[in-house]
C-alpha cells in the first residue's frame, strides 16, 4: 500500500443541522449527536460543526428522509435542518503519512493520542474552511465546501508529492 | 585537483567517495561528509569574498553558524542561493559556490581602494551625507557596490513546503547536553523533538581527537542515538535550524535536510517546554588586522583538523585569553598544524597546560598580547608584545585565536529571555524568562567544569584602532565606536545603529560581544551595565521561499469552481477571477463581440447565466421576521410568502455594504440573497448581530450557496424557454408575477427554487437547483432554449445589462462612504417603521446633506468616446481645480448604442441635464449628468 493516497468519497446524503444554543443539550440526548471536536459513526452519522451545529451523514437514507427523521426526533425544538448533500465535498485521506499531509496545511495537533479515531475539527486549512475527521488510525475525511473541491484536491497531490519528496517516514522523519 | 591541506587519515569524512565541485570556476574535490568551508580550506582557498565595505580579503574564520565572511552563492543544483554560509552547507557532487564580491576577481578587487582610503568613510558617513552635501552624490554608487549577493531571477527550481509540528519538549541543539536530555525526556515518555542545524549530530563531542578520547565520545553517541531511534515519540531533525522563537512556544525551523531532492521545509512547532542547548561561540580578539585571512577562530581551526582532516595553514600562532582555547591549541598541534607559539594575555597559567606546551616544545608567552597580523593578502607573521613591554615578531602562516566563549543566546533572547553579565565567564548568561524555556551546557555558560575555564578580560590591542576590525560582515572598526562615542552615541543602542555593529546578517555573532567590551572601555562602565541588544528572528537567514512554502502560482490563494465549471469550459468561456471564484466573464475569443453579441441575446431573445456564489442564507424561527426587520433597510413585516422584496443592508455608519433580494418562504422562515462577493461576510455579519447583540432574538440561521447552483434565465423569451423544464409549472405572469417565489420538484425529481427577479432589466427567472446537478441542468437548458435563441452570457455582458438599468453594483457604485439617500434609496428609509442597522447614522446632518456626493447617470456628449471607471469629474479652472465625484459604472450599450455610465457626483440629483467634465485617461471629456435608467425606464418588460 502507498504511504499515502487521496480520493473523493461520495455519501447519499449529509444534512446541516443547526439546533437553538438553549435547547443544543435537549438535542444531543434525543439524537444521540456527536460531542465537541468529533464524529460518531453510530446510525445516524453526525460530525460537530460548532456550538449546536452538527452535519449528518448518511449512506442508505436520503436527506429528505434525513430531514423527517430529525423532524419526528426534535418536535418542538427550535432547530434548523437543511439538506446540504451538494454543498460539501469530502475528500479521504489513507496510509502511513497522511498525517504529515494535513500537517502541512493547517496547525492542529496530529500527533495520535490529540487527534484519535473519531476526532473531528474544523478549521482553516490550506486557506480554505475544512472540517477534518479522523476515521482510523491512519484514515481522515476532509469535509470542504463544494466550490473548493478543485483547488483542495490540486493542493493535496502537491502536498503528498512534495511530502514523499522530502523523505517524511511515518515516524514524522 | 590534490588536496594539500587534507592530513592522510583522521577526519569523519569518507574518504572513499570524493565528491567535486567548484569555487569561482575552479575545479576542486572534496569528500563526502565534508562542508563547503573544510572543502575550500583542504583545496588551500583562502580568500573567499571582499568585505562589504573597504573590500578587504576575507578567509574563513569560523566553523559554525557564527562564520561572518564565507557567505557565498552557492548552486548545488537547483538555482542559485545567495547568503549561503559556507560552514553550514554539506559538500554534494557538482556544487558550484562563487564569491559574490570582488571585481574584476576575488583576489583582485578594485574595490581595495576603499580600503585605503578608508579614513573617509568612518562609520555613519553616508548619515552625514543626508545633511551635506547630498546623499545622492553617493547614492547610485553604494547601490550598486552594497549587497551581499544578487537576487535569484526567473523560477524557482527549488521547491518549498511548510509544516506543523507539535511536541511535549522541544530541545534545540544535538550536542552532548542536548542528546542527554533528550534521551532522558525519551525515556520518561514525553514527545520529543530534537532539532540540530548540523547534518551530523553530536556537536563537540564530533572534535574529540583520534585517541582514547574519541572512542569514548564515539561510543556514547551512538549508544545514545540508538536509543533514541528506539522511541516512536522522539523525532531528530538534522540540518534542521531553528530560526525563530515566538510567543506561547511557538518555534519555526528551516528544515534543509532535503536539499538534495530539490525541497526545502520551513516548520512552524508548537512546543510545551522547550530546551535550549545551543552551545556557545568563541569569540576573535582585537589586534591590528584581525580581519586578514588566516586569522581564525582557535575553535574552528580545530574543528577543521579533527571532524575534517584539513590543516588550514601549516603552522599557527594561538593566540588566547582563556584555559578551553589550549584544549584547541593542543590538539590543533597533534593533528599535524604546527603551533609555533602561544600568546596568552593571561600573567600566568596552570602547571598542566605549561608542561603539555613543554613536552610538544611550544613557546609561550605568558602576559603578552597580539599587536597585529603582517601580510597583506593573507597572514604571514604576527607582532607581539610581551610582559616586559617587548614588541616582536613571529613567522607564522595563520593565526588562531580565542577570545573566550559566549553562549547563544539569541533564540533565549527572542523568547523574551533576560540576559545576565558574568564576571568569572566575561559573558552574557541567560537570566530569566517567562515562557517555558531552560537553556542548559554551554549555552547557560557551562563551558568546563567551573575551575577549569578561567579568562582574562577582553581588551583592544594597543595598537591604530583603525585596524581592529569588531564586526567583519559589517566593517566595522574599534576606531568607528570611539568616533560613536566621541559624537555621543555612548548608549548601545545609539553606538549599534550609528556603527550598524552587529547588524549585519551574522545578527552580531562574533561581534557584539566584543562592540559592547570596547563601548564600555570607552565610558568607563561595566560590561553589565552597557547591557545589551535586542536579538530578533531570524537567528539564521532563511530562503524567501521557504518562508512562502506552496503559497504561489495557483496556490497563492484557493480558486473556488463553478459547479458547472467543466461545462462552461466547453462552452468556451473566458474566465476571470471575482473573489476567490473563476466566473465566466464571456464566451468567446473576442470580448467586446462576445460581449455585443451576448447583450443583444439577452434583449431580443434569451440568455444563460451562472448565479451560483450569489450568497444564499436561510433564516428561520419566530423571531426571523423582527431579525430581518433590524438588518435590512427596507420594511419586512409586510412580505406576504411567496413573495420577494430588495433589501439594502448597511453598516452601522449608514454605509451601504450589501443589497440582494429576500423571499418570506413562510411566515417565520426567509431565505435571504446576497451579492456573490459578500456571501461569507454577509453570513458572518448577520451570525455576529445575532449571537453578539441580539441573542434573545429566537431564530436560526444556515448559508445554503454551496447547495444551491443558479440558473438565470433573462430576456423576452425566458418564459418560454424555462417552460420547456417539466414540473416547473405554471409561469404566467398572473400566476408567477415580477418579485415572486416558488418551489417545488421537478419531474425528473429534482428540486428546485425559482423566484422571478430582475438584474438585467428583462423578464428573468433565478432558477436554482441542487449543485450537484448543475451541468446536466445548464446542459439541458441550453440544448432546449436554442430554438429561441438562447445562449450563455458572462459577468461583463451582465453589467453592461444592468448599467443600462442604472440597477446599483455595491462595491462598484458605492464606497465606503454612501448611504441610501445617495443612491436614491432615500425615500425606502423615510418609509421604514422600527429600527434598524446605520438608521441612527443617517439621522445625522451630514448623511443628509443636498452636497453629498449622489449616483446618477451620465453620457457622453460625443456617443463614440469611452470612458474608464475611476475617471474623476473636475470642475473649476486650472490651477483651482478639484474633483466633485467619479466615474463608479462605464460601459458601451448596444442598446442604445453609445457609451453610458453611472458616477457620483456632488448634488449629482439636483444636476440633471448639466454638462460635466471629466478627466478620462489624461484628457477631458464632455459629458451629461442624465438619470441612470437608459433602457425601459418604466420597466414592462420585466413585468411582462
Given at each position: 500500500m502507498p504511504d499515502v493516497t487521496m480520493k473523493s468519497v461520495s455519501y447519499q446524503s449529509m444534512v446541516s443541522l443547526r439546533v437553538a444554543r438553549s435547547q443544543a443539550a435537549e438535542a444531543i440526548g434525543r439524537l444521540g449527536l456527536a460531542k465537541p471536536l468529533s464524529r460518531t459513526a453510530e446510525e445516524l452519522a453526525s460530525a460537530w460543526m460548532g456550538p449546536a451545529h452538527w452535519l449528518l451523514i448518511s449512506n442508505p437514507e436520503r436527506a429528505d428522509d434525513l430531514i423527517r427523521r430529525v423532524a419526528d426526533s426534535l418536535d418542538g425544538l427550535l432547530y434548523q435542518a437543511v439538506s446540504s448533500s451538494d454543498a460539501f465535498a469530502v475528500t479521504a485521506l489513507d496510509g502511513l503519512l497522511s498525517r504529515h499531509v494535513l500537517a502541512a496545511g493547517c496547525a492542529?495537533?496530529?500527533?495520535p493520542d490529540n487527534f484519535p479515531p473519531g476526532s473531528c475539527h474544523r478549521t482553516r486549512f490550506a486557506q480554505v474552511p475544512v472540517a477534518i475527521c479522523a476515521q482510523h488510525e491512519n484514515s481522515f475525511e476532509l469535509i470542504c465546501e463544494r466550490s473548493c473541491r478543485d483547488y483542495l484536491a490540486s493542493w493535496l497531490a502537491d502536498t503528498i508529492a512534495q511530502t514523499l519528496r522530502a523523505g517524511c517516514n511515518a515516524h514524522w522523519r | 585537483m590534490r588536496q594539500l591541506f587534507r592530513n592522510t587519515s583522521g577526519g569523519r569524512i569518507n574518504r572513499e567517495r570524493p565528491l567535486t565541485f567548484s569555487f569561482n570556476g575552479r575545479t576542486l574535490q572534496g569528500f563526502d561528509g565534508d562542508t563547503l568551508a573544510s572543502a575550500l580550506l583542504a583545496n588551500g582557498v583562502r580568500t573567499v569574498n571582499r568585505s562589504f565595505k573597504y573590500h578587504r580579503p576575507r578567509g574563513i574564520l569560523a566553523a559554525g553558524v557564527e562564520e561572518c565572511n564565507a557567505l557565498l552563492t552557492v548552486d548545488s543544483g537547483n538555482g542559485r542561493v545567495p547568503l549561503v554560509r559556507a560552514t553550514m552547507i554539506r559538500l554534494c557532487e557538482g556544487l558550484s559556490a562563487a564569491s559574490p564580491s570582488g571585481f574584476p576577481h576575488v583576489r583582485f578587487d578594485c574595490g581595495r581602494v576603499f580600503d585605503a582610503t578608508r579614513r573617509l568613510w568612518p562609520a555613519g558617513f553616508y548619515n552625514k551625507m543626508f545633511k551635506w552635501p547630498n546623499w545622492h552624490v553617493f547614492e547610485g554608487a553604494v547601490r550598486r557596490m552594497a549587497g551581499l549577493g544578487r537576487v535569484p531571477e526567473g523560477q524557482d527550481a527549488m521547491r518549498y513546503r511548510h509544516m506543523n509540528a507539535h511536541c511535549d519538549v522541544l530541545v534545540v541543539g544535538a550536542g552532548y547536553s542536548g542528546l542527554k536530555r533528550a534521551l532522558e525526556e525519551a525515556r520518561s515518555g514525553q514527545d520529543v523533538i530534537v532539532a540540530e542545524q548540523?547534518?551530523?549530530?553530536g556537536g563537540s563531542l564530533l572534535l574529540e581527537k583520534q585517541d582514547s578520547g574519541k572512542a569514548a565520545a564515539d561510543g556514547w553517541l551512538h549508544a545514545v542515538l540508538d536509543e533514541l531511534r528506539t522511541y516512536p515519540n522522539v523525532r531528530l531533525l538534522l540540518e534542521a535550524t531553528v530560526s525563530g522563537y515566538y510567543d506561547h512556544n511557538v518555534l519555526t525551523v528551516h528544515d534543509r535536510s532535503a536539499m538534495s531532492n530539490g525541497i526545502e521545509t520551513f516548520c512552524k512547532i508548537r512546543a510545551g517546554r522547550v530546551v535550549l542547548a545551543t552551545g556557545a561561540i568563541e569569540q576573535p580578539l582585537l589586534f591590528g588586522n584581525n580581519d586578514l585571512p588566516g586569522v581564525m577562530l582557535a575553535g574552528a581551526m580545530r574543528h577543521y583538523a579533527v571532524r575534517f582532516g584539513v590543516r588550514c595553514a601549516d603552522n599557527t600562532v594561538g593566540v588566547v585569553n582563556n584555559d578551553l582555547a589550549w584544549g584547541s591549541l593542543l590538539d590543533l598541534h597533534d593533528s599535524g598544524v604546527d603551533v609555533v607559539a602561544i600568546v596568552d594575555s593571561r600573567g600566568e597559567i596552570s602547571n598542566r597546560q605549561a608542561a603539555a606546551a613543554d613536552q610538544r616544545g611550544i613557546p609561550v608567552h605568558t602576559g603578552s598580547v597580539a599587536v597585529r597580523a603582517r601580510g597583506s593578502g593573507a597572514v604571514t607573521g604576527l607582532e607581539i608584545l610581551d610582559s616586559r613591554g617587548k614588541r616582536f615578531g613571529i613567522q607564522c602562516r595563520s593565526v588562531a585565536m580565542s577570545g573566550g566563549m559566549n553562549p547563544t543566546v539569541h533564540l533565549y533572547s527572542q523568547a523574551g529571555g533576560k540576559l545576565r553579565y558574568d564576571e568569572a565567564l566575561a559573558c552574557f548568561v541567560p537570566a530569566h524568562c517567562t515562557q517555558a524555556v531552560e537553556v542548559i551546557g554551554a549555552a547557560a555558560g557551562a563551558f568546563a567544569a567551573p575551575d577549569d575555564y578561567r579568562i582574562a578580560p577582553r581588551t583592544s590591542a594597543p595598537?591604530?584602532?583603525?585596524?581592529?576590525?569588531?564586526d567583519f560582515l559589517h566593517d566595522v572598526l574599534v576606531s568607528d565606536i570611539e568616533l560613536a562615542v566621541r559624537e555621543n552615541y555612548v548608549s548601545v543602542e545609539h553606538m549599534k545603529r550609528y556603527t550598524t555593529a552587529g547588524m549585519a546578517v551574522d545578527q552580531g555573532k562574533t561581534s557584539n560581544l566584543n562592540a559592547l567590551s570596547v563601548l564600555a572601555r570607552l565610558t568607563g562602565q561595566d560590561p553589565g551595565n552597557v547591557g545589551t541588544t535586542t536579538f530578533r528572528p531570524n537567528f539564521m537567514p532563511v530562503t524567501m521561499g521557504a518562508i512562502a512554502g506552496n503559497r504561489q502560482g495557483g496556490f497563492y490563494r484557493p480558486t473556488r469552481h463553478l459547479p458547472a465549471h467543466q461545462w462552461h469550459v466547453s462552452q468556451g468561456a473566458a474566465f476571470d477571477s471575482f473573489g476567490l471564484w473563476k466566473r465566466p466573464a464571456y464566451y468567446g475569443v473576442d470580448m467586446q463581440q462576445s460581449i455585443r453579441a451576448e447583450v443583444t441575446a439577452v434583449r431580443h431573445k434569451a440568455g444563460l447565466f451562472d448565479g451560483s456564489p450569489l450568497g444564499k442564507i436561510e433564516v428561520s424561527g419566530p423571531d426571523a421576521a423582527e431579525f430581518l426587520s433590524r438588518v435590512y433597510v427596507n420594511t419586512v413585516a409586510t412580505l406576504k410568502p411567496g413573495k420577494v422584496r430588495y433589501g439594502l443592508m448597511l453598516n452601522e455608519n449608514g454605509a451601504i455594504i450589501d443589497d440582494g433580494v429576500f423571499v418570506r418562504l413562510a411566515d417565520d422562515h426567509f431565505l435571504l440573497n446576497t451579492t456573490s462577493a459578500s456571501a461569507e461576510r454577509i453570513a458572518a455579519w448577520l451570525e455576529q448581530w445575532h449571537q453578539c447583540e441580539w441573542p434573545e432574538l429566537e431564530l436560526i440561521m444556515t448559508p445554503v450557496a454551496e447547495q444551491w447552483a443558479v440558473a438565470t434565465i433573462a430576456g423576452p423569451k425566458a418564459r418560454d424557454v424555462l417552460s420547456t423544464l417539466a414540473g416547473v409549472g405554471d409561469l404566467g405572469t398572473d400566476i408567477l408575477p415580477h418579485m415572486s417565489f416558488r418551489q417545488g420538484r421537478l419531474a425528473s425529481g429534482l428540486p428546485f427554487r425559482l423566484q422571478r427577479v430582475s438584474f438585467t432589466g428583462e423578464l428573468s427567472y433565478e432558477l436554482s437547483i441542487p449543485a450537484g446537478q448543475a451541468a446536466s441542468c445548464f446542459a439541458q437548458l441550453l440544448a432546449e432554449g436554442k430554438h429561441w435563441g438562447l445562449q450563455p452570457f458572462g459577468i461583463e455582458a451582465l453589467d453592461v445589462l444592468r448599467t443600462e438599468k442604472g440597477f446599483l453594483h455595491v462595491g462598484g457604485d458605492t464606497d465606503g462612504t454612501t448611504n441610501p439617500y445617495d443612491v436614491g434609496f432615500g425615500r425606502i428609509v423615510d418609509n421604514k417603521q422600527g429600527d434598524f442597522i446605520g438608521l441612527r447614522s443617517l439621522l445625522r446632518e451630514n448623511h443628509q446633506k443636498a452636497s453629498r456626493r449622489q449616483l446618477v447617470g451620465i453620457e457622453t456628449l460625443d456617443p463614440e468616446a469611452p470612458l474608464e471607471q475611476g475617471a474623476h469629474v473636475i470642475c473649476g479652472t486650472n490651477g483651482q481645480r478639484r474633483s466633485e465625484g467619479f466615474v463608479t459604472s462605464a460601459c458601451y450599450s448596444p442598446t442604445v448604442e453609445r457609451h453610458i455610465g453611472m458616477a457620483l457626483i456632488e448634488n449629482g440629483f439636483a444636476r440633471q441635464g448639466e454638462e460635466v467634465r471629466i478627466y478620462n485617461m489624461g484628457h477631458i471629456v464632455r459629458a451629461r449628468i442624465k438619470p441612470p435608467c437608459v433602457y425601459d425606464p418604466k420597466g414592462e418588460k420585466m413585468h411582462a
Open positions: 492542529l495537533d496530529f500527533r | 548540523d547534518f551530523e549530530p595598537f591604530r584602532s583603525n585596524t581592529q576590525w569588531v
